[in-house]
């Protein structure tokens, strides 16, 4: 599944070529996904001038003005399992899969890919924050809002082990299985201790852990996931660095031990338990 890192590379991958850019025409060749495409939206987005695009969690926002049907309106796109969005140009053929054009002046098409068909694309009006899907989302790891006193003060109590802890889109957004278990590998934090039993220096360690792992990602273009492609249609490169996701029995990159693979919370962890504890 596509996590924060490979949702904010495909923002940053495709703004340039859609900001700004007025939509010409759309093409819904599959309407049955996740939640199913809204009537009316082939008709109702032509005209829109689409305008700097946003992110909360993996949610992309697509800010829209222009126009009686759209105006102050925002897309709300997901990518799902294994949804992608890229840039093609007029001309280009469209693949299996690829359910949703955006067709923009210029030439650019906004194109969205996506064999599960779990995503989802809707249209919202007024405050986006206010909605249901978004409005009880815990802040943005890489904002000041998140720091080890938050994950410390909301840990205090419980049971649960850490790493479903930190995954709690309550506490921080984003941080999926993948970069949970390299941010406690970095912080040296076993995922299974429990989330109270864990003291405030050790999550200052973590949150700043977090912080590096998905900056990293950022930085390096997303995780190379089997089903993820970034908007210009190239594959992210962080996976050749992951310490311990996906490599369960094979040795620790900092001290040999061979990596063990346990289930968290219904989701597969691999660790060191030489370094982690």
């Known amino acids: 599944m596509p996590e924060l890192p490979e949702v904010e590379t495909t923002r940053r991958g495709i703004a340039p070529h859609v900001e700004g850019r007025e939509i010409r025409e759309v093409i819904v060749r599959e309407r049955r996904l996740r939640t199913p495409v809204p009537d009316g939206l082939e008709n109702a987005l032509v005209g829109a001038r689409i305008g700097d695009l946003g992110r909360r969690a993996k949610y992309l926002l697509v800010p829209l003005s222009g126009g009686e049907a759209v105006a102050e309106r925002t897309l709300l796109w997901h990518l799902g399992m294994s949804g992608s969005l890229r840039v093609a140009r007029i001309g280009d053929l ?14 650019a098409i906004l194109r969205y890919h996506d064999p599960r068909r779990f995503g989802f694309v809707d249209w919202l009006a007024g405050s986006v924050l206010s909605d249901p899907r978004l409005a009880r989302l815990g802040p943005e ?26 995954m709690d889109n309550a506490v921080v957004v984003g941080v999926g299985n993948i970069y949970a278990s390299e941010a406690l590998f970095l912080a040296g934090i076993d995922p299974r201790r429990a989330a109270g039993r864990i003291s405030l ?52 990159r900092r001290c040999g031990a061979e990596l063990r693979l346990i289930t968290l919370g219904q989701r597969a962890s691999v660790f060191c338990g030489h370094c982690q504890t």
């Open 94 to 107: 469209p693949r299996k899969h690829d359910h949703l054009d955006l067709v923009l002046d210029g030439g």
């Open 201 to 252: 220096e050790r999550y200052q360690r973590l949150a700043e852990a977090v912080r590096e792992v998905l900056a990293a990602a950022i930085t390096q273009g997303g995780t190379t996931l089997r089903d993820f492609v970034s908007g210009t249609g190239e594959p992210g490169y962080f996976a050749q660095r992951l310490n311990v996701y996906g490599r369960d029995g094979q040795p620790c």
């Open 141 to 166: 790891p890489l904002s000041p809002d998140f720091d080890g006193e938050r994950l410390y003060a909301l840990s205090r109590g419980r049971r649960v082990a850490v790493k479903p802890f930190l």
